[in-house]
């Protein structure tokens, strides 16, 4: 991938756990955003981080974003089952109409009942 | 609400074939972003296109050319079909005004190139 890694690539935890994922990325951003994935369909998104925000809050879910790091983490609380999905971060350099969003590898997180 | 249309859903070609993948972006959303998905990879980028324009490019082969229409519409045509350009081959659709490049995937078009 040409920007984000991310950490770990595969995850596996019991209902009610939390998920943490982690994405690491390369070159300056405009923000940053998660997508999710079901097994073989398009992608969705879930939260998008400005680069001059910390951290930001959606329903269970809750993005951190350390610029001088270059990394974000994702948190799921609470799990369900029906979080199985693979989760990829994206960076947008630009914010521009039109600018190639760059995703990393993803984590496949697997949550069993 | 109305999604993001991707035909065909799946598609089987012979090497050496040519294929025409089609996009219909959101209502009012004027930008298309054309990605390819190999088996567990992460989503390449390989094009898009801003008010019929073409934005930005990626790592789209030479032997693939895509335009957006008047309408908004979008095409990938690939031609000179290799076994490696089988895969899942996503558009997306966002809008200029949002500030934001917040994309709305279609559900993919799976090419099997045999």
């Known amino acids: 991938s040409q920007q984000g890694e991310e950490d770990p690539q595969a995850l596996s935890i019991q209902e009610g756990e939390n998920a943490t994922m982690n994405c690491s990325y390369k070159?300056?951003?405009?923000?940053l955003q998660w997508y999710r994935q079901n097994s073989g369909r398009g992608l969705v998104h879930l939260i998008l981080?400005?680069?001059?925000?910390r951290e930001k809050h959606s329903g269970r879910l809750r993005v951190t974003l350390d610029t001088s790091k270059k990394s974000s983490s994702l948190l799921i609380t609470a799990s369900r089952a029906a979080d199985t999905a693979s989760y990829f971060c994206a960076t947008d350099a630009w914010g521009q109409a039109g600018t190639a969003l760059i995703f990393g590898k993803g984590t496949t997180l697997s949550v069993s009942s | 609400a109305a999604g993001v249309i991707q035909s065909p859903r799946h598609l089987i070609k012979e090497k050496r074939e040519t294929a025409t993948l089609k996009c219909y972006p959101i209502?009012?959303?004027?930008?298309v972003y054309w990605y390819q998905q190999g088996p567990g990879q992460d989503p390449q980028f390989l094009i898009s296109?801003?008010?019929?324009?073409?934005?930005d490019k990626g790592s789209i082969p030479d032997r693939f050319s895509a335009q957006q229409f008047s309408d908004y519409h979008s095409e990938l045509n690939m031609s000179s079909l290799e076994l490696g350009d089988s895969a899942l081959y996503f558009c997306?659709?966002?809008?200029?005004?949002?500030?934001?490049?917040?994309?709305?995937f279609g559900a993919g078009s799976r090419l099997t190139v045999l």
């Open positions: 070159t300056s951003i405009n923000n």
């Open positions: 209502p009012r959303h004027d930008t």
């Open positions: 997306a659709s966002s809008s200029g005004l949002t500030g934001a490049n917040v994309l709305t």
């Open positions: 296109f801003y008010e019929k324009m073409q934005s």
């Open positions: 981080i400005r680069s001059n925000e």
